[in-house]
């Protein structure tokens, strides 16, 4: 059993006030390898390339009286490492393996995200090896405690769509995972939701690519879905006017009815997020249980 991150770093306060107790250990050289360890252990990937651990990596790190700590070098703390393999599954990246690992992603990703593959600061990657991290790190002030409680993340929710992925890679299984991660943001920490849902759009779009390729008579029914999936990040990061102006444009006699209760989903959170009652009684009668549990905890949690 993993223990909490609390308990993780609350062992390390004690630990930066004593002698070193545990022993450091190399991380792992293979990315495969370490793909298929976070996958079993629903974890995250730290990632960084081989040659930026030529520098030094300072951090600041609270003791356990409250005092910030300063550390020289992350990689170079018995302690810190600890905490990462615990919480992570720690990788370098030889430079030999720059070309193939750009090639592969060179026209699918953003300028910003591919600067950041690019650099010589921690990336935190799922299982995929797609990059989690995309906001702001001020590494000349690198609030180690801050960043690991933020990106340490459980991906047992999604386990099985982990696994249907790298099994076999086509528009369902990129679709439903991308699916996932959003319900995943959901019940996530407010500060990284918007970097989940980015991550899901790696996914998303991927999908899109596999259905412009389909010859399929349900390929109408399945871009709808893709659009409604698509609309739901915005209530995920609580925009449900947007939301709303999406879904008017949609055809409802168009729908399946599969289409139909995610649409009745949708508008019906938003309209709670809006406090507008008479549009949210409206839809509720089309609403499950189970999506009305989930339209429950996006109201209490999300909304501002």
């Known amino acids: 059993m993993r223990i909490s991150i609390k ?3 609350l062992i390390l306060f004690v630990f930066l006030s004593s002698i070193k ?3 450091s250990q190399d991380w792992m050289k293979s990315l495969e390898v370490a793909k298929k360890l976070a996958l079993t252990q ?3 990937l730290f990632v960084m390339w081989e040659e930026s651990i030529q520098y030094e990596l300072p951090v600041i790190v609270p003791n356990n009286a409250g005092e910030s700590i300063y550390v020289e070098d992350l990689l170079l703390s018995e302690e810190l490492n600890a905490i990462i393999w615990d919480l992570f599954v720690p990788v370098l990246l030889n430079e030999t393996e720059y070309d193939d690992l750009y090639n592969e992603i060179k026209d699918k990703r953003s300028f910003g995200y591919l600067e950041l593959f690019r650099d010589d600061t921690i990336k935190i990657m799922d299982v995929n090896g797609n990059i989690l991290n995309t906001a702001y790190v001020n590494y000349n002030y690198f609030e180690f405690r801050k960043f690991v409680e933020k990106y ?3 991906t047992k929710m999604l386990e099985q769509e982990l696994r249907n ?9 990129a679709f439903y995972l991308g ?23 790696i996914y998303l779009d991927e999908a899109k ?6 010859e399929n008579e349900d390929n109408f029914n399945l871009e709808t879905r893709w659009d409604l999936i698509k609309i739901k990040q915005d209530l995920v990061l609580n925009k449900p006017r947007k939301v709303i102006r999406q879904l008017n444009r949609i055809d409802r006699e168009l729908l399946t009815p599969v289409n139909r209760s995610l649409m009745a989903f949708l508008y019906f959170t938003a309209f709670r997020l809006e406090d507008d009652t008479e549009n949210t009684v409206e839809w509720r009668s089309e609403v499950s249980l189970v ?14």
Do not use: H
Request: glycine fraction near 0%; avoid cysteine.
């Open 7 to 9: 308990k993780v770093l």
């Open 21 to 23: 107790l545990v022993s």
């Open 42 to 44: 629903n974890k995250m």
């Open 152 to 154: 340490a993340l459980n």
């Open 165 to 173: 992925y790298r099994r076999k890679k086509d528009f369902y299984t």
């Open 179 to 201: 699916a996932k991660y959003i319900d995943f943001a959901v019940y996530s920490r407010a500060d990284i939701r918007a970097e989940i849902i980015e991550l899901s759009n």
């Open 209 to 214: 690519s596999y259905l412009e390729t389909m």
């Open 291 to 304: 999506d009305m549990k989930e339209a429950n905890y996006i109201y209490q949690n999300i909304k501002e």
